[in-house]
């Protein structure tokens, strides 16, 4: 039977800048539940991109002396290559300043504009540029020389201009009544907890400007029929995510297939645009008759050395550098290892080495090897026939075959960390069987046993190193061409079949997949 289609997206980077470990975390976070949704047999879209318009790409490319359109070009195609050097699967990658998004994008406006939800008026407020948010009095801190500071410790300036306005007051009660009845809608819990907080007081939600007026912002999408004023960043931004499936055509199959028959859409984003996407964007859908994604994932911050990471003390880290001291497939593991569900995460060189070694080099690279080498070395070079298997044979095999499942009911949380403890599970318990066997003994005491006794070794390996390609499918890959595995029989549907190995399939001789990685040298 089919499985149904899944669709998931990255929040969109912001071209002002180049991209940093925060936006490679985003992007592998990703990517991982986007490859074990295929290996599990989904139809997966998956969707990445850059947001181009607004006032700071706008001021930003004046201060650089370029136009805004090339400023962002230019930022974009960073983030463009940052996903191909990170290996991301995605299926597309969009930028706002194309003719599909402006189109998308204004079709959208003028559906909210038919419906009565925005209204011409004068907006007067608190507004951060950097984070293109506004932000009411009470949410205010005083910074250093008594300026104002948004939640997020962002300068706010006061703005007085005409605005269009987005009648999000009247989806106060609606907005809650769908939180209620839909759970699963934000995670993890305390982000739920945090949006219900805000859209519950006293008050409620209050009308939202969309518009900015040319005289102060022209790099943006046009309001239709209004050629004074642009559309407001988020509105523009957060229709991304349907334009890439074909939005306006609601009838279209790609659009149908993935938003409108599919009950599998999931938003990963940062805790800092939880409000955008869990309060602002469901309302715009609502007021547009179009249905909402199932779940929006907010993950946490990461940190380096205990501290945020900041240009003014020089700790931001470039993916493209992390990649290069360590490797591609040690880095994607590390950051799906060691930050969990939804929380803030710290990196530092000597953990990151340090988990990278016990886990990879160590753990998987080390059994792979051992265990291949004497197979090689032993078996005439292919893998070995078994004899009958015992209770600790059938043990380690059983716990192999049990992880895609295991696996799955974690996925689903987004709680990618503890299924890879799963996978370190067995990886251990295989390490345990080697030693208790220890066939290098059988190979003179018993040689039909050490070959039931590699097999079982070789099978373990097989079902772990396809668990763990979604988050690092260079080196499982390796791991299964070794073992001279077809491709079409690395999905996990092959995972938990018994017994899939073929005696007398010839091996090459096996080559180590996960180097260690010293101290020295890495840093």
Not at 145 to 168: I, R
Not at 262 to 277: P, S
Not at 414 to 420: E, G, K, N, S, T
Not at 474 to 495: N, P, Y
Request: with cysteine.
């Amino acid at each position: 039977m089919a499985k149904p289609p899944f669709y998931i997206t990255t929040a969109i980077s912001y071209t002002n800048g180049a991209p940093h470990l925060g936006h490679a975390y985003e992007g592998i976070l990703t990517d991982a539940m986007a490859r074990f949704k295929r290996l599990d047999g989904h139809d997966v879209h998956f969707l990445t991109g850059t947001d181009e318009h607004g006032e700071k790409v706008m001021k930003t490319a004046e201060e650089n002396g370029i136009t805004p359109l090339d400023f962002a070009t230019q930022n974009a195609n960073g983030f463009i290559e940052m996903t191909k050097m990170l290996g991301m699967s995605n299926d597309d990658f969009i930028r706002t300043t194309e003719d599909r998004h402006y189109k998308s994008a204004q079709a959208i406006w003028k559906k909210l504009k038919d419906k009565g939800d925005i209204y011409l008026g004068k907006y007067e407020g608190w507004y951060s540029v950097r984070e293109e948010g506004y932000f009411t009095e009470d949410e205010l801190t005083d910074g250093e020389d008594g300026e104002k500071l948004s939640p997020n410790g962002t300068p706010v300036k006061w703005v007085e201009e005409e605005s269009y306005f987005f009648k999000l007051s009247e989806y106060t009660d609606k907005l809650i009544a769908y939180y209620e009845a839909h759970p699963e809608f934000m995670q993890p819990e305390s982000r739920r907890n945090e949006i219900m907080s805000f859209v519950k007081q006293e008050g409620g939600l209050r009308d939202l400007s969309v518009s900015r007026h040319k005289d102060r912002l022209s790099w943006g999408i046009p309001v239709p029929d209004d050629t004074d004023h642009v559309m407001y960043v988020w509105l523009d931004a957060l229709t991304n995510y349907i334009t890439a499936i074909g939005y306006p055509d609601e009838d279209g199959e790609q659009f149908k297939k993935y938003w409108g028959d599919n009950e599998d859409v999931f938003h990963v984003i940062g805790k800092d645009i939880t409000r955008f996407h869990c309060i602002y964007w469901p309302a715009f859908l609502m007021a547009a008759d179009i249905k909402l994604p199932k779940t929006v994932f907010a993950h946490g911050f990461i940190n380096v050395q205990g501290e945020k990471m900041s240009k003014s003390i020089g700790n931001v880290l470039s993916p493209s550098a992390m990649v290069e001291t360590y490797g591609l497939d040690q880095i994607r593991y590390f950051l799906m290892r060691e930050i969990s569900h939804g929380n803030d995460g710290n990196f530092s060189h000597e953990t990151a080495v340090e988990r990278m070694n016990a886990d990879l080099a160590n753990g998987i690279g080390n059994l792979a090897q051992r265990t291949l080498s004497m197979i090689y070395k032993n078996c005439d070079g292919a893998i070995p026939d078994h004899g009958e298997f015992t209770e600790a044979d059938c043990g380690l095999m059983n716990e192999a075959y049990a992880l895609r499942d295991q696996m799955n009911v974690h996925v689903k949380k987004f709680h990618i960390h503890r299924a890879l403890e799963d996978v370190i599970k067995v990886i251990t318990a295989a390490d345990g069987y080697i030693d208790a066997a220890a066939p290098w003994k059988l190979k003179k005491e018993d040689p039909e046993r050490m070959k039931t006794v590699l097999y079982t070794l070789a099978e373990a390996i097989r079902c772990i190193a396809i668990a763990l390609k979604f988050v690092t499918p260079t080196g499982a890959d390796k791991i299964l061409d070794q073992l001279e595995i077809d491709k079409d029989e690395r999905l996990f549907s092959h995972a938990n079949d018994k017994y899939k190995l073929k005696p007398g399939t010839a091996i090459e001789k096996p080559e180590g997949v996960f180097p260690r990685l010293e101290l020295e040298e890495a840093a």
